[in-house]
């Protein structure tokens, strides 16, 4: 069992950036892939990105060379640095972990 922990998320402009973490707890993170996910109102849940425990990582094509997904396992984090934000964007965002889910981190992006 893992309990995740979603932070970072906020208000942008169109352009900007923000960057989003997500804490794990009790288990060991080092070995588990860990994905970022995100649901727009009305819209189901979609993959962002995926990192796995060896560091490999996979992108929607949608954040292709705008988001970048990395882990910390000393510090059982993993992060999606997210820049050039754009209004579709605005969605909140989840953290997985073998069968867990975060609370969720809304994100808006907006002028």
């Known amino acids: 069992q893992v309990q995740l922990v979603e932070s970072g998320g906020g208000l942008v402009q169109p352009g900007g950036s923000l960057r989003l973490s997500c804490v794990a707890s009790?288990?060991?993170?080092?070995?588990?892939?860990v994905g970022w996910y995100r649901q727009a109102p009305g819209k189901q849940r979609e993959l962002v990105a995926t990192?796995?425990?060896?560091?490999?990582?996979n992108y929607a094509d949608s954040v292709k060379g705008r988001f970048t997904i990395s882990r910390d396992n000393d510090k059982k984090t993993a992060y999606l640095q997210m820049n050039s934000l754009k209004p579709e964007d605005t969605a909140v965002y989840y953290c997985?972990?073998?069968?867990?889910w975060g609370q969720g981190t809304q994100v808006t992006v907006s002028s």
């Open positions: 990192v796995t425990g060896g560091g490999l990582t």
């Open positions: 997985h972990c073998i069968n867990s």
């Open positions: 009790g288990t060991i993170f080092s070995i588990y892939a």
